[in-house]
């Protein structure tokens, strides 16, 4: 590593305009900052509006409309954010202009958040669009000030990276001028082409992310994600109470989801996974694999509103379907954790707790009005089993 690049990559500085060049993978004490924490709730506005939405969907029972707008909200979001994180692991100067840059973007994620309603309601992206456009052209002025301080390949790599984004972009703005009957075709090619553009960027030469870096980042954003879960239906509940004589009703919904959230907490975070990020392949699937992490974690909010909204009389859907907006999503989490973090550290019948009480998990739904507080339960007792066998000595 240059001596350039060993004082980037120490301790923040006064924030002058410096040359941007690659960290260190191998950088010590590297964590995140306070400018990446600031991103990431500013990110989870947007978050926060598409599992609103998505809660009004599945409560008038729009099931179609609720997956595909959320899946397509979550993924816009969700694929801002991740770039910026990875860019961030390998180039974070945090001089004047690199700081405007993220400000940038993060107002691109407001006026994203912004338009998610008139995505929703009216498949009408253009507020959708303007602001992934600010986000991303952002980005693209990032990837080509790092060209600046490489050279070779993985200056190459750099531009590449620019021009992809540049391009898969454009192709959002011309989705505005085509027909309303042709959007839902052109939407998932324009999906592939943005999971494309690391893999074509990277082809020769990888990036240098920071593994624990990059560890603690998708931890501390599961955190904001499941803090946004509780929040959500903490404000359903507390809003149910206070229009309505429903507790008895309600308090098996709490408590359901409070262990639901618990459960998710503690097996995210049971072990540490950055020793598993040795390679840009293992790297790509376990981040791109937190697509589903981050939006079921999301959606576990928006099915406890509908929950509740169910148990108070405002729900158009039957006690199933709104058991099944809790139920589906916190299986989805429980396998998704497993397959990218869990299954990496354990052994023998501890391998098999969390894909079982996935399917138990799922299995409650059959309880309707009851089913949220048996997915708690069940989800608990999966923590308990998972610590008993781990705690037990080893045998030979």
Request: with cysteine; glycine share 8%.
């Amino acid at each position: 590593m240059s001596a350039e690049a060993a004082e980037q990559g120490g301790a923040a500085r006064d924030p002058v305009v410096r040359r941007m060049v690659p960290r260190s993978r191998g950088e010590a004490h590297r964590t995140a900052t306070s400018l990446e924490l600031f991103f990431d709730l500013c990110f989870v506005v947007a978050v926060a509006q598409g599992g609103r939405q998505l809660a009004t969907a599945l409560g008038e029972g729009h099931l179609r409309v609720a997956l595909l707008g959320y899946l397509l909200v979550f993924f816009a979001v969700w694929w801002a954010w991740m770039n910026f994180t990875w860019f961030a692991s390998a180039y974070d100067c945090d001089d004047v202009p690199y700081r405007l840059t993220t400000l940038l973007q993060i107002t691109g994620a407001l006026i994203l958040a912004a338009g998610i309603p008139r995505m929703f309601l009216n498949r009408d992206f253009t507020l959708g669009v303007l602001g992934y456009l600010v986000m991303r052209l952002a980005l693209v002025t990032q990837w080509l000030r790092a060209s600046r301080g490489e050279s070779g390949a993985a200056r190459s790599m750099t531009r590449r990276y620019a021009a992809g984004i540049a391009l898969v972009q454009a192709g959002w703005v011309v989705v505005l001028f085509l027909p309303s009957p042709v959007i839902p075709w052109v939407l998932p090619l324009g999906v592939i082409a943005e999971l494309s553009v690391p893999a074509f960027a990277e082809r020769q030469v990888q990036s240098a992310w920071h593994p624990h870096h990059i560890a603690e980042r998708y931890g501390l954003f599961t955190l904001i994600v499941l803090g946004e879960t509780v929040s959500a239906a903490t404000v359903a509940v507390q809003s149910a109470v206070d229009e309505h004589e429903a507790l008895g009703k309600l308090i098996p919904i709490a408590i359901g989801g409070i262990l639901i959230c618990f459960a998710a907490w503690w097996i995210y975070f049971a072990a540490p996974i950055h020793e598993h990020l040795r390679s840009n392949r293992q790297a790509f699937l376990w981040g791109y694999g937190h697509y589903l992490i981050f939006g079921s974690a999301a959606a576990i909010g928006a099915g406890l509103e509908v929950a509740v909204e169910y148990a108070v009389g405002k729900a158009h859907i039957s006690a199933v379907a709104a058991t099944a907006a809790v139920t589906v999503p916190a299986a989805l989490y429980l396998a998704t954790v497993w397959a990218l973090h869990s299954r990496h550290s354990k052994t023998g019948a501890a391998q098999w707790v969390l894909p079982v009480a996935a399917l138990a998990v799922l299995a409650c739904t059959a309880a309707g009005e009851w089913g949220v507080l048996a997915a708690g339960l069940v989800a608990a007792a999966a923590i308990a089993v998972g610590v008993w066998l781990h705690s037990r000595p080893a045998v030979g």
